[in-house]
């Protein structure tokens, strides 16, 4: 389902709103996020690395204490509502929890390719997209790196940024990470890729994966209930499911459906 809302530069992103009112428990809360980090449960993995110190790649992760940035740019291939006449604002995060065989990022999901940064440099790079007109700033692969997340947003705030934030995930995440990032997200992108367990633990490695995607889905929805847009056309608020039809395997596209 999907309403009209108020105008694009009417609408005010929920981390704007998050800090304007409740400032004190958005710094708890990156207190929290960092902590999280020292016994890692940020995915469904539950690796329980600790990932604040110098030998931190043990995880299935292989992320340590900095998230791995590798590309971000004006991305004009995303769902119309989201790029707009201005371009999706688009990072590129490195590795990955799942191990889909048919991933078509291998050398960023899997190799790493890319830089580690700090939620200052992240921030930065939120700032840059936000002054090149871009309508959201859009974080794919952020299962892993949710915690560092939390500490970029609330320091983008801290610089003036003030654009919806797109949530891009595999639906593989942990319920206390969607949590730390409740009042933070505006629109969530899940894709939901399997409704067997069969078919996740072969294509991806994570028989778990068709339970933790339908409860990581309805906490999204309950953050930010059905899909609204603009009177322009771009969505500011709400879940919009994705699916991609694996070959031999329409019987679960029906389900997902």
């Known amino acids: 389902r999907c309403t009209a809302g108020p105008s694009f530069r009417e609408y005010i992103p929920a981390a704007v709103r998050s800090w304007r009112e409740r400032p004190s428990e958005l710094e708890a809360r990156v207190a929290q996020a960092r902590e999280e980090l020292r016994c890692c449960v940020a995915c469904p993995r539950n690796c329980r690395v600790d990932r604040l110190t110098a030998d931190s790649r043990a995880g299935a992760c292989r992320t340590g204490r900095r998230a791995i940035v590798s ?16 371009g999706c ?35 930065d790079i939120m700032m840059e997209l936000q002054v090149a007109g871009c309508h959201n700033v859009n ?13 970029a947003i609330v320091a983008a705030i801290k610089k003036g940024f003030c654009l919806p934030i797109v949530y891009d995930t595999s639906s593989y995440d942990a319920l206390r990470s969607l949590q730390l990032m409740d009042g933070l997200v505006d629109i969530y992108l899940p894709d939901f890729k399997f409704w067997d367990p069969t078919s996740s633990n ?5 028989k778990d994966y068709p339970q933790v995607a339908r409860r990581s889905i309805l906490e999204m929805h309950r953050q930010v209930g059905d899909l609204r847009f603009s009177r322009e056309g771009l969505a500011l608020q709400g879940v919009l499911v994705r699916h ?4 031999g395997l329409s019987c679960e596209a029906g389900k997902v459906f």
């Open 202 to 206: 072969r294509l991806a490695k994570a």
């Open 244 to 247: 991609l039809v694996m070959p």
């Open 71 to 86: 590309n971000y740019f004006p991305h004009r291939g995303e769902e119309l509502c989201l790029q707009g006449w201005g």
């Open 139 to 151: 974080f794919v692969t952020p299962e892993h790196v949710a915690p560092q997340l939390v500490e």
């Open 89 to 123: 604002g688009t990072i590129f995060f490195g590795m990955c929890n799942l191990r889909c065989v048919f991933c078509q990022n291998w050398d960023v999901s899997q190799d790493g390719k890319g830089r580690e940064l700090d939620a200052e440099d992240i921030a």
